[in-house]
C-alpha cells in the first residue's frame, strides 16, 4: 500500500484529502522562511535521496524538488536515486539544488534524457554505464543501507516488490545490525506481517498500534465480519499474500538470481565500520520455505 502513497510517491499535497478517514494522517506541512506554504509533507525519504544522496543540505530546495517530483507523479526515492546515478555519471555536481531542478524539467519537457531519469535508477545507471546502481529488481533502494542495516538488506534482496523497507522495516530489531546473524528470521517475520497489515488495508504506521494491542485485530475482523479468526490472522494473511506474489514473480521469469543486492554492497565497504553486505545466498534463497 506504500503507506497511502505518501511513504513512496503520489502527490503528497493531497494526502489530507485522500487521508479523510485516518487517525493518524500523517503528513507536515513545509513552508519557506517567509511563511510560503512548499510542499507537504517533506518525509525522511525524501530528504535521504533528494538530500544527502545528492550532497544537497538546504531544506527548503529539497523542499521544492518535493513538490516538482510529486506534480510530475513519480515517486521521490527513485527520482532520487536517479539523479545521484546522474551525479556519478557527471550530469550534475553533487550539492548543486539548481542543477537537479533543471534535470527535473528534463523530465517535465519529455526530453530523451528526461524520459530516460524518469524511467529510473536502473534506466539511468544503464544509459550513463554507471554500475554502482542501488536497485534490486529495478526498483531503487531507501534511505537505509543494507550494509549497515542488513535485515533491510534482506528485505530488499528477497520482497516480491524489490528494494522496498515498507514491504519489511528491520531497524527496530533488537539485533547486531552489522552481524549477518539472524538477518532472514528478522526480514521474514516483517515482510509477513507488512504483507498481512497491506491485504487488510491498515497503514503501516498503525501496525504500531496494533503490535501494542494484541488481538485487536482478531477482535476488529470478528467484530465486523464475524469470520471466527484467531490470533494467527496477520501472518495467515501475510503468508498467503506473500506466495501468491513469489508465484507472480516466477510467471513473469524471476528467479533466485534475482533475489540479490547489487555485486558492489558485497564487496565495497561502508563506513565508519566497513561492512558490506554477507548474508549467505543459500540463507536467502530460503527465506519463504515456510
Known sequence: MRELMLER??????SHACMSGCIIRCSNCFASATGELIVSPVEFETIGLVG????????????????????????????????????????LEFGDADRAMKLL????????????????????????????????????????DPRAIKGNGVTYATSPQGADHTCGNCIRAEIDHLSPEGQVEVSRDNQ??????????????????????????????????????????????????????IEFNHAAGFGPEDNRLPDWMQTEK?????????????????????
Open 52 to 91: 544527502s544522496n545528492l550532497g544537497i543540505d538546504n531544506l527548503d530546495d529539497i523542499a521544492r524538488l518535493n513538490w516538482e517530483i510529486n506534480d510530475l507523479g513519480l515517486d521521490t526515492i527513485e527520482v532520487g536515486a536517479a539523479l545521484g546515478v546522474a551525479a556519478e555519471g557527471g550530469l
Open 270 to 290: 561502508l563506513p565508519p565500520f566497513d561492512t558490506v553486505f554477507d548474508v549467505p545466498n543459500e540463507q536467502l534463497d530460503s527465506i519463504f520455505d515456510w
Open 105 to 144: 524539467h528534463e523530465i517535465r519537457s519529455g526530453t530523451t534524457l528526461g524520459k530516460i531519469l524518469g524511467n529510473g535508477v536502473v534506466a539511468t545507471g544503464s544509459h550513463l554505464n554507471v554500475e554502482r546502481v542501488a536497485a534490486v529488481k529495478g526498483q531503487a533502494m531507501s534511505a537505509y
Open 192 to 245: 509477513i506481517k507488512m504483507a498481512g497489515y497491506d491485504t487488510l488495508g491498515a497503514c503501516l504506521f498503525g501496525g504500531f498500534g496494533f503490535a501494542s494491542a494484541p488481538g485487536a485485530l482478531r477482535d476488529l475482523i470478528n467484530g465486523r465480519y464475524g469470520w471466527g479468526v484467531d490470533d494467527n490472522v496477520l501472518y495467515d494473511l501475510g503468508k498467503i499474500t506473500l506466495d501468491l506474489e
Open 9 to 14: 510517491g503520489g502527490d503528497s499535497d493531497t
